[in-house]
């Protein structure tokens, strides 16, 4: 069983939050990219697989974007997050991604 990095508990299965202290169980990254390359970098994060959310922020810190990412989900239930993405990429120039994983 997994437990908390921060208090040391343990964790329940597929648990997001610690249930003790409230502390995330998933990592962030962040990447700085220019709108002409917004959708392909998107595209790549899903395909990693261990990608649990992205979210899409512009220069100002604003969110644009939150996309909740399921185990599988590709095709057709991405194709409107996608439209979206360009929608975005065509009204600012440089985006910030953070991709929430689990560990």
């Known amino acids: 069983m997994e437990t908390c990095k921060k208090c ?3 964790l329940l299965e597929d648990a997001r939050f610690c249930n ?3 502390t995330s169980t998933a990592t962030q990254e962040e990447f700085v990219v220019d709108s002409d ?3 392909e970098t998107v595209k790549k994060l899903l395909h990693e697989g261990n990608v649990t959310r992205i979210f899409i922020r512009d ?4 969110l644009l974007l939150d996309i909740p990412v399921a185990i599988g989900v590709i095709g057709l ?3 409107p997050w996608l439209a979206a ?3 975005i990429a065509a009204l600012v120039t440089k985006c910030t991604i953070v991709v929430e ?3």
């Open 77 to 79: 239930l991405i194709a």
């Open 85 to 87: 993405l360009g929608a």
């Open 8 to 10: 040391g508990g343990e």
């Open 101 to 103: 994983r689990k560990e």
């Open 59 to 62: 220069e100002e810190e604003r």
């Open 37 to 39: 390359h917004l959708i």
């Open 20 to 22: 003790l202290c409230g």
